[in-house]
């Protein structure tokens, strides 16, 4: 007998979880927000509900009061609607990084009662598309025990590995209603700067990874006279259609899925929605794949682009925490420094602005007490500001100092050498 989906109202379909249930959000542009606010409806006769997640989009309600005396959250990357609830007792972050979240769901490390998720609706053959989040959606639905989906021809039918049959979906809610979308920002000047020094690390035939944001956008819009570029990335945006259209990313010197974009998500306007849609040159494949090291360094001349909040004089990279407070995640990127560094003729790369928006150096004598090392001094390579690029690769601790003093922020230099001084004695 064919299968066919159970449709329910959301009510009827949050009403499989139970107190003590722990529960899977899919995230970033696919967050199913209609469930997840009508189980937070239910706040009064649940307790104990673990919520397990990446970044989503939408208000969060169970880190607020007074949902969350129902639930709590463990957050794997720590976005902007979460982060007060996580740094407060009504939630907590999980240190992982993207390419081994798969593995606390199928090593049942964190066993899963009910996913959360949003598809497409089934073609012919039954299958449903997980849409522009892929990530760590596809191991969580293949070990919950239930799954609930919003189903929604709003929703990309994209090509790869996200897709789920009809008959492991245990109830469905229909909506129609666009997913989120997250508009391209416009550089600062600075962020500009940081950009054309970036595009100038990236050689014809590279292989691409990059996040969202202003920086990485800058770096594409400075990539316009390259040649053979290729994607393999967690996740990309916008900034990268024109490059497409353009004929400069073919990724035809890749060595792992020539000729394909590979990501793990992707959030960003229509624009980028309808492209991804039941488009074959883009791979929407599971974080365990995409941020796997052993993959990544198999492509070419491996370029990944990331940020931090602080650095050090040794080189050590704080790209999630301010301190003790917990501002996002580790992320993929160890992952892909590492890939990239491991690759053929790979650049791994921080780009960052030289001091914050209120002046502070971003480069400093140590980090600030509680931070967290995302990537040690041992794996940094170069390091951009809008004052220049330092390769640290192969330097000494006397020799790191110096060159990111170099493209340390003018007003912060001299202090910045004074305190080398003190510690190595003879920058």
């Given amino acids: 007998m064919k299968p066919e989906l159970k449709i329910v109202s959301a009510a009827e379909a949050v009403s499989v979880v139970k107190s003590n249930d722990r529960l899977f959000f899919q995230g970033a542009s696919m967050t199913p927000n209609l469930l997840i606010d009508t189980l937070c409806e ?35 990357f720590v976005g902007d609607n979460v982060r007060a609830g996580v740094d407060t007792n009504r939630g907590d972050y999980i240190p992982v990084f993207l390419s081994e979240i798969h593995w606390l769901f199928r090593r049942n490390i964190i066993p899963l009662d009910v996913a959360f998720i949003q598809v497409s609706p089934p073609d012919k053959h039954g299958y449903c598309s997980l849409g522009v989040s892929v990530d760590i959606t596809l191991p969580a639905i293949q070990t919950a025990k239930t799954v609930v989906a919003l189903i929604n021809p709003k929703v990309p039918r994209t090509h790869g590995d996200g897709i789920i049959h009809i008959s492991h979906i245990d109830y469905a809610v229909e909506i129609d209603k666009p997913i989120h ?86 959030m960003g306007t229509k624009n980028l929605y309808d492209f991804v849609d039941d488009n074959p040159i883009v791979h929407f494949k599971e974080a365990g794949y995409t941020n796997d090291t052993a993959i990544i360094r198999q492509n070419p001349k491996v370029t990944a682009i990331n940020s931090a909040i602080e650095i050090d004089l040794t080189g050590q990279v704080c790209a999630d925490s301010i301190g003790a407070y917990q501002y996002s995640g580790v992320g993929g990127q160890m992952d892909f420094i590492r890939g990239a560094s491991l690759s053929e003729k790979g650049k791994p790369i921080i780009a960052m602005p030289s001091v914050t928006a209120k002046g502070i150096s971003k480069i400093t004598p140590f980090l600030k007490q509680g931070a967290s090392v995302t990537t040690t001094r041992a794996h940094v390579h170069y390091v951009v500001t809008e004052y220049g690029v330092v390769n640290l690769f192969g330097k000494s601790l006397e020799q790191r100092a110096k060159e990111l003093i170099s493209i340390a922020h003018p007003d912060h230099r001299s202090i910045l050498e004074e305190e080398a001084f003190k510690r190595f004695k003879k920058v």
């Fill in 42 to 76: 239910r706040y009064k006769e649940l307790s104990n509900v673990e919520i397990f997640e990446i970044h989503t989009n939408g208000e969060a309600k169970y880190t607020k009061l007074p949902y969350s005396n129902a639930f709590r959250l463990y957050s794997c």
């Fill in 181 to 266: 979308e997250s508009p391209l920002g416009v550089p600062s000047q600075i962020e500009s700067t940081i950009g054309k020094h970036v595009a100038g690390l990236v050689e014809d035939g590279a292989t691409l990874q990059m996040g969202i944001g202003n920086i990485p956008n800058a770096v594409l819009s400075n990539l316009t006279n390259h040649k053979r570029l290729g994607i393999h990335t967690e996740m990309f945006s916008d900034g990268l259609l024109p490059l497409v259209e353009q004929g400069i990313i073919t990724g035809e010197e890749k060595e792992i899925k020539t000729g394909k974009i590979v990501t793990c998500f992707a």
